[in-house]
């Protein structure tokens, strides 16, 4: 048992070293908006909405957390090299950037990864941002300011990708939903017309 603790704790210590902190942060991204994904379908499975595991849209959702992943690697450094130390007010202002600059960015990365993936026209990803960003983003209004304070106060910046994503899982599952939603989209609006 102490061998096995002593092996974490050097895993974990190379893990987050500087040397290995994208490549740890991108597997943490990829790792959990994938099982957020298979727990929203799984929800859907129980709840007779669909009939099995899609895997490709499990791969598809963890391709685009990759994408995510790197983009808040990036974002965290700059904003801790940007704006650091720790003050509350310093705090609440880099939630301010965060939930004003980067949550819409993230938001459209993540519609334009799922795009990319599934060959979709430059109307199609439009159309799929005009339908369900507002639902995207009013939810990151509810979740994340509240979120980013404990993560930009208390924690050190290694460990903010990690964080966002433990508290991410409940958001990916919830925006598994939301992209997999075709009730309010404008293709199924167009269909009801016809």
Known sequence: MIALAKWFRTAT??????????????????????VGDIIEQHYEIY?????????????FMSISGMTVGVFCHGWYNFMDRRFPGRT??????????????????????????????????????RGEIRDKFIRLYTA???VWPPAQIVNFYFLPTKYRVL???????????????????ESGTTAATNAQKD
């Open 13 to 34: 210590k190379t893990a987050f070293s500087k040397k290995y902190l994208l490549l740890t942060n991108v597997a943490i991204s990829v790792s959990l908006s994938g």
């Open 47 to 59: 709840s007779g909405e669909l009939a099995a595991w899609d895997r490709r849209r499990t791969r």
């Open 88 to 125: 509350i007010g310093l705090v609440l202002k880099k939630v301010l950037i965060d939930q004003t600059v980067a949550s819409p960015i993230v938001i459209f990365l993540f519609f334009a990864t799922l795009a990319v993936l599934k060959r979709s026209s430059w109307e199609e990803m």
């Open 140 to 142: 990151e209004w509810v």
């Open 163 to 181: 964080y966002d994503n433990t508290i991410s899982l409940g958001y990916d599952v919830y925006t598994s939903y939301v992209i997999n939603d």
